[in-house]
């Protein structure tokens, strides 16, 4: 049983219909398709609902991978009515807080433009964000990031995908930036996140489609976390 993954084909698909595979131990909802992005990679699973036949609507907390890493487990809210297994149901996301994160995610892959150096660590929040990097001069400065940022947001380049290799991936070991989090291999092929003239990245999550639609960007704060670690945190203006 696997959960065919729609967001990574249409990050701006907001809901699908779908079956449920299983519940499992804990009353997770296995579904055989989702447009739910599960935790990973720093980004947090979405939220949302599941709407079922009979209309019952209940609130999703969260997704997460399952044991088997081919399935998306959707964790209701507590005190949840739980479907059961071949139920059809639809499920919906938030979006207003996917489209958050999908603007954050984009500015912090440009942020490893702006600061090319060795990425140890990173999240996304809602509205904000923050990376950490192995800089060994630690003489930058706020404004001068947010300035450099913006001016890479303002490009409007395009976002694209493109597939590559699991051995192609492993001939290129610059395309990797991030020390902290392996890039999504052992599927044989390798998802890379594309801004056009500006970053080419190994990358699972969610992303908008032009650069344009990030909007306004502030550095808000660089936080020292070691001799040479610097955490650049990022937040809408």
Known sequence: MT???????????RETDATVLAINERGGIILDRTVFYATGGGQPGDVGEMSLADG?????ATAVYGEDKSQI?????EGSSLPKPGENITLRLDWSVRYSRMRIHTALHLLTTVLPYPVTGGSIGDGE???DFDIPDAGIEKDAITSELMSRINQNADVTEQWITDAELEANPGLVKTMS?????GSGRVRLVNITGLDLQPCGGTHVRNTSEIGAITVTAIEKKGK?????RISFA
């Open 181 to 185: 989090v392996k890039p999504p291999m």
């Open 73 to 77: 487990v959707h964790v209701p809210a």
């Open 228 to 232: 040479m670690n610097r955490r650049v």
């Open 129 to 131: 964000g923050r990376l």
């Open 56 to 60: 019952t609507t209940f609130r999703i």
């Open 3 to 13: 959960t065919e993954l729609l967001f990574r084909a249409d990050a701006y698909l």
